[in-house]
């Protein structure tokens, strides 16, 4: 039996063999919806499959794209990389997902290996502070894309949350309840200042000024996670300890929550929490924690269909910072101090 191939769909819908070749690459710019639905109605007819190894190699792309997380332990990754996934799966594009753990050689690794694997583009949750590495592949027109941070003198399509104003909604919600002694809990900056914790360090600093309130410099809590519990058991014994404390991320709300617990603190009676990034366990948790919700099945989406806009130009885009709005996500965590 003939093998089938693009030739005789082609012929059979009345177009050329180019227009099938877009139709197959989901290239829809410029064919009307007739013309995609008689291609698709030939398509299922003849139960023709296009030959994607072949295809690969005389377009040179492999339909896969890299994502290198940061942290896959951060409720912002998982849900970053599922809507990656599910858009760019429907484009007929498979992911492979790598897991730098914060370790900046693991990443350059990670990126050196999906570039000889020619993947069509990279997206990349950066860990480390080298632009070297990112120049190197904007210069040579390849698609790149940066979630949750950015990296100094790279210049390349990125979204992230706008952070500082997710610290001033979680500092005004309870200055509303009456709290004047709050704390920041956070994670290490690191070497060159992970975007997300150096923002929501200086938004807490900003917001405490803009609302009159003293800020002192022993409520900035920014220690690993091993750490925290001795880092909140110092806060708590202050002269003054904080009535109110703001999670810089899920983990250090989780932390926060694991502390309260053994030591028998009632939140929010004794203590009021809100956490930024909105983990699922914040809404499970007895009572239902407050949270300063990201976006980031949207933000995943949105990179993917940038990641695709860049391969179908081939690398030539114009750089653009996304900053997503952060959401109040009401709970029971907050009340008015003693």
Known sequence: MKKLTIEDVAQKAGVSKSTVSQFLNKRYKYMSEATRNRIAAVIE?????????????????????????????????????????????????????????????????????????????????????????????????????????????????????????????????????????????????????????????????????????TLHEGYVCSVPKEELAAELERLLELPQPPTALLAANDIALAEILKYANRRSISIPNQLSVIGIDDAEFAHIYNPVITTIRQPAYEMGMQAAKIMLSCIEDNGSYVPITYRFPPALQQGQSVKSPQ
């Open 45 to 213: 007819e003849l139960n023709y499959k296009p030959n994607g190894l072949a295809r690969s190699l005389k377009q040179n792309r492999t339909h896969m794209v890299g994502i290198i997380v940061a942290n896959i332990d951060y409720s912002l990754s998982i849900q970053c990389i599922r809507a990656i996934e599910n858009e760019l799966q429907r484009h007929g594009i498979q992911v492979i997902i790598c897991n730098a753990d914060e370790n900046a050689e693991k990443e350059n690794t990670y990126v050196e290996t999906l570039v000889a694997r020619q993947v069509d583009g990279l997206i990349i949750f950066p860990t480390g502070n080298n632009p070297s590495v990112y120049c190197r592949l904007i210069e040579a027109q390849y698609p790149l894309v940066f979630m949750d941070r950015l990296v100094e003198g790279v210049t390349t399509q990125s979204l992230l949350l706008d952070n500082e104003m997710a610290v001033k909604i979680g500092i005004g919600e309870l200055v509303r309840h009456g709290h004047e002694r709050i704390a920041l809990v956070t994670l290490p900056l690191g070497e060159h200042g992970i975007t997300p914790r150096k923002e929501r360090i200086s938004g807490y600093k900003k917001a405490m000024e803009e609302a009159g309130l």
